[in-house]
């Protein structure tokens, strides 16, 4: 039997690769089989794949997601029709009887080239795709019609194939990693057997987030004398970034003494890493699916930082499903501006003491291996092998039939769906489930932490109109740790660069996100001398007028947290004559809820004749705030000036809102009287 294997650019594409190899040289017999590996050269398979004892081939390919109609998706697509060209004339010569694929862009042109010479009667190799995440790659999507079979980790993952042959499998665990024995793989490693140790790594390439986290953990880290660290850079080198030169400068730069030092493990690439799972008491890693998986079948508890504004979330999704099983706790990755760039970041602070809590809380971590253990794939190992011997012998499976999903509720939506949401999609569904909720019943919500990593990804967004929906999320969804951040973007006024202001804008951050950001902040309802700062600044130097119609209903939302505030009151009685009609009456209002007494108000003739009726509503409210907080009683003299208000509207409306209002205002007044008259 000969085998075609094929994926790459990630251990996560590879070792699935491999272990199926395991299983299908365990069954045929390793004198029955021959394997050959098709992948790309300078990733991750070049160094893998030999270590595992196989045969690697190399051809050309790239990936296309993300770059979108550029120039360069025409090198992409050159690239990868060469190596299809290369991949022709290498099946052509193995003759495979079947051609795996584990996903990835180097697996593209091994699975195109078998697909073309089926089609020309050149091979009658079987094709089997696996797919590892719950949410599907683009390219196994796309080549999933044309596959024999289609192997999934996850039964719910069959949705995403309508036209292929779909076969439920789990995810294939390499041989060697399962449950050792902690003593022995720590005397391996050359550990003390009551060292605390934390293993860290980001995959086989590294991950940079991950990286500068755990190196400026260290020092929170290594303070404890009992704490080991290992650490996997990964082997990425890159314009941009050198993992192991990027990671030995930040640690050099660190305060850290010479016994703390030998305490603190780096390696490139952890070749056994069995060893390394049955020695840790703690797993920091990436949420890819091999590596969830892996961490499963060792019972590893984990802290999961997955990687962020990937197609489909997938390791996100990942995280959240094995964390909602209770074996892993995940720290989102957070959007930081760097030199004009966004980047993905992960405080090391932050990270030292979530590292700390977990490894405080023995009890914590016993739960969460049992959990680990508790999600391991309880199917047959030989799945693969039965399932390729089936195919060849003609057993057919059939396609997926293509049928209606059922439509969860708004609330119980997985993150699957909600990661393939638009962001106005995903702006509607937390309107939904925040409308008319207490405070805790949002912090407590299943999805809120996806929601607020998501505002955080919008946040960075080049469109303001995604920003924006940013900013709407952080009020929604309670985010109090984000106020520092929507205190800035409502005082930003600093200008955009002159090119823009003589074509169409004056501001870098539109006035809409200055709104929304007082909007949101309202939400939040947390009143502090920088809201009160941000409220002035806005009354008195905003030149768009809906940014100061929204100070002033912020003041009239957070009335009972404020009281009287003079610096408020003299900044909303300087917007009486501004040239906008509704800036007027909001401020008139939000007057009446803030002012140290009446006489702010000024001559209220002036507002009772008015001819705009909105004038005259907004000065009935004002006096209602007035009276509840006691600064005007039943027998002021302005009441009684009431009787000269014109309580008819000019508008064309059913009903009479200034006639609803002024009765209310009367009602209040007669209440309060006969409340007197009682006592």
Same mark, same amino acid.
């Given at each position: 039997?000969?085998?075609?294997?094929?994926?790459?650019?990630?251990?996560?594409?590879?070792?699935?690769?491999?272990?199926?190899?395991?299983?299908?040289?365990?069954?045929?017999?390793?004198?029955?089989?021959?394997?050959?590996?098709?992948?790309?050269?300078?990733? $991750?398979?070049?160094?893998?794949?030999?270590?595992?004892?196989?045969?690697?081939?190399?051809?050309?390919?790239?990936?296309?997601?993300?770059?979108?109609?550029?120039?360069?998706?025409?090198?992409?697509?050159?690239?990868?029709?060469?190596?299809?060209?290369?991949?022709?004339?290498?099946?052509?010569?193995?003759?495979?009887?079947?051609?795996?694929?584990?996903?990835?862009?180097?697996?593209?042109?091994?699975?195109?080239?078998?697909?073309?010479?089926?089609?020309?009667?050149?091979?009658?190799?079987?094709?089997?795709?696996?797919?590892?995440?719950?949410?599907?790659?683009?390219?196994?999507?796309?080549?999933?019609?044309?596959? #024999?079979?289609?192997?999934?980790?996850?039964?719910?993952?069959?949705?995403?194939?309508?036209?292929?042959?779909?076969?439920?499998?789990?995810?294939?665990?390499?041989?060697?990693?399962?449950?050792?024995?902690?003593?022995?793989?720590?005397?391996?490693?050359?550990?003390?057997?009551?060292?605390?140790?934390?293993?860290?790594?980001?995959?086989?390439?590294?991950?940079?987030?991950?990286?500068?986290?755990?190196?400026?953990?260290?020092?929170?880290?290594? $303070?404890?004398?009992?704490?080991?660290?290992?650490?996997?850079?990964?082997?990425?080198?890159?314009?941009?970034?050198?993992?192991?030169?990027?990671?030995?400068?930040?640690?050099?730069?660190?305060?850290?003494?010479?016994?703390?030092?030998?305490?603190?493990?780096?390696?490139?690439?952890?070749?056994?890493?069995?060893?390394?799972? $049955?020695?840790?008491?703690?797993?920091?890693?990436?949420?890819?699916?091999?590596?969830?998986?892996?961490?499963?079948?060792?019972?590893?508890?984990?802290?999961?930082?997955?990687?962020?504004?990937?197609?489909?979330?997938?390791?996100?999704?990942?995280?959240?499903?094995?964390?909602?099983?209770?074996?892993?706790?995940?720290?989102?990755?957070?959007?930081?501006?760097?030199?004009?760039?966004?980047?993905?970041?992960?405080?090391?602070?932050?990270?030292?003491?979530?590292?700390?809590?977990?490894?405080?809380?023995?009890?914590?971590?016993?739960?969460?291996?049992?959990?680990?253990?508790?999600?391991?794939?309880?199917?047959?190992?030989?799945?693969?092998?039965?399932?390729?011997?089936?195919?060849?012998?003609?057993?057919?499976?059939?396609r997926q039939v293509q049928a209606k999903e059922q439509v969860a509720k708004d609330d119980d939506m997985d993150?699957?769906?909600?990661?393939?949401?638009?962001?106005?999609?995903?702006?509607?569904?937390?309107?939904?489930?925040?409308?008319?909720?207490?405070?805790?019943?949002? #912090?407590?919500?299943?999805?809120?932490?996806?929601?607020?990593?998501?505002?955080?990804?919008?946040?960075?967004?080049?469109?303001?109109?995604?920003?924006?929906?940013?900013?709407?999320?952080?009020?929604?969804?309670?985010?109090?740790?984000?106020?520092?951040?929507?205190?800035?973007?409502?005082?930003?006024?600093?200008?955009?660069?002159?090119?823009?202001?003589?074509?169409?804008?004056?501001?870098?951050?539109?006035?809409?996100?200055?709104?929304?950001?007082?909007?949101?902040?309202?939400?939040?309802?947390?009143?502090?001398?920088?809201?009160?700062?941000?409220?002035?600044?806005?009354?008195?130097?905003?030149?768009?007028?809906?940014?100061?119609?929204?100070?002033?209903c912020s003041i009239i939302q957070l009335r009972d947290k404020i009281g009287s505030c003079e610096n408020l009151?003299?900044?909303?009685?300087?917007?009486?004559?501004?040239?906008?009609?509704?800036?007027?009456?909001?401020?008139?209002?939000?007057?009446?809820?803030?002012?140290?007494?009446?006489?702010?108000?000024?001559?209220?003739?002036?507002?009772?004749?008015?001819?705009?009726?909105?004038?005259?509503?907004?000065?009935?409210?004002?006096?209602?705030?007035?009276?509840?907080?006691?600064?005007?009683?039943?027998?002021?003299?302005?009441?009684?000036?009431?009787?000269?208000?014109?309580?008819?509207?000019?508008?064309?409306?059913?009903?009479?809102?200034?006639?609803?209002?002024?009765?209310?205002?009367?009602?209040?007044?007669?209440?309060?009287?006969?409340?007197?008259?009682?006592?």
């Open positions: 039997m000969k085998f075609i294997l094929t994926g790459g650019g990630t251990g996560g594409h590879v070792y699935p690769a491999i272990a199926i190899a395991e299983e299908l040289k365990k069954h045929f017999g390793d004198s029955n089989t021959e394997f050959l590996y098709l992948g790309v050269r300078g990733r $991750a398979e070049e160094k893998i794949v030999p270590g595992q004892g196989y045969d690697i081939r190399f051809v050309s390919s790239a990936g296309l997601a993300g770059i979108g109609f550029k120039p360069l998706i025409l090198v992409s697509a050159l690239k990868i029709g060469f190596g299809i060209f290369q991949a022709l004339f290498i099946l052509l010569r193995f003759r495979p009887d079947a051609v795996i694929g584990t996903g990835g862009y180097a697996s593209v042109p091994a699975v195109l080239s078998a697909i073309i010479l089926r089609r020309l009667g050149l091979l009658q190799a079987r094709i089997f795709i696996h797919e590892q995440n719950f949410v599907p790659g683009r390219w196994n999507r796309m080549i999933s019609r044309w596959a #024999d079979r289609l192997w999934i980790s996850f039964e719910g993952s069959a949705r995403f194939f309508p036209r292929a042959r779909v076969e439920f499998t789990g995810y294939p665990i390499r041989q060697q990693i399962a449950p050792l024995d902690k003593a022995q793989a720590r005397e391996k490693l050359g550990i003390a057997q009551d060292a605390t140790v934390v293993l860290a790594f980001g995959g086989s390439l590294g991950a940079r987030t991950i990286n500068r986290a755990i190196s400026d953990a260290l020092p929170a880290l290594l $303070a404890d004398p009992k704490i080991v660290v290992f650490h996997g850079t990964g082997s990425l080198k890159s314009k941009t970034y050198d993992a192991v030169k990027d990671t030995a400068e930040r640690i050099k730069a660190l305060p850290l003494s010479r016994e703390e030092l030998s305490r603190y493990h780096p390696q490139e690439y952890l070749s056994e890493i069995h060893n390394y799972y $049955a020695a840790a008491d703690l797993v920091v890693s990436r949420a890819g699916a091999g590596t969830l998986n892996e961490l499963c079948s060792c019972g590893r508890p984990a802290l999961a930082i997955p990687k962020s504004n990937l197609v489909g979330e997938h390791q996100v999704v990942n995280a959240l499903a094995m964390s909602r099983a209770g074996a892993c706790e995940v720290i989102f990755e957070r959007p930081v501006i760097v030199r004009g760039n966004p980047e993905a970041e992960v405080r090391g602070k932050f990270l030292a003491s979530r590292i700390l809590d977990l490894l405080s809380d023995q009890e914590r971590l016993e739960k969460m291996s049992r959990a680990a253990l508790g999600l391991i794939n309880t199917h047959r190992r030989d799945i693969f092998a039965e399932s390729v011997k089936t195919e060849i012998r003609g057993e057919r499976l059939p993150p699957a769906r909600l990661s393939h949401l638009s962001p106005v999609g995903v702006l509607a569904y937390t309107d939904k489930i925040t409308a008319g909720k207490e405070t805790s019943q949002i #912090d407590s919500h299943p999805n809120v932490e996806l929601l607020r990593y998501f505002a955080d990804g919008y946040l960075i967004s080049p469109r303001w109109q995604i920003r924006n929906i940013g900013v709407k999320l952080i009020g929604l969804t309670n985010n109090l740790y984000r106020r520092k951040l929507l205190l800035a973007l409502a005082s930003d006024r600093s200008p955009a660069p002159i090119w823009k202001r003589i074509i169409w804008k004056d501001f870098r951050q539109v006035g809409f996100i200055r709104r929304n950001a007082l909007v949101a902040l309202t939400r939040l309802g947390i009143w502090d001398e920088e809201l009160r700062r941000v409220l002035v600044s806005a009354l008195e130097e905003e030149p768009y007028y809906e940014v100061r119609v929204q100070a002033a009151a003299r900044a909303l009685k300087a917007n009486l004559n501004h040239h906008s009609l509704e800036v007027r009456w909001c401020c008139l209002e939000a007057l009446g809820a803030v002012v140290p007494n009446s006489g702010y108000l000024g001559n209220v003739n002036d507002y009772l004749l008015h001819p705009n009726w909105r004038i005259r509503q907004a000065l009935l409210n004002a006096l209602r705030h007035l009276f509840e907080r006691g600064l005007i009683t039943p027998a002021d003299p302005v009441l009684k000036r009431l009787e000269n208000l014109i309580p008819t509207c000019t508008d064309f409306i059913p009903t009479f809102p200034l006639k609803r209002t002024l009765n209310r205002l009367l009602n209040l007044r007669q209440s309060k009287v006969g409340e007197e008259s009682s006592q």
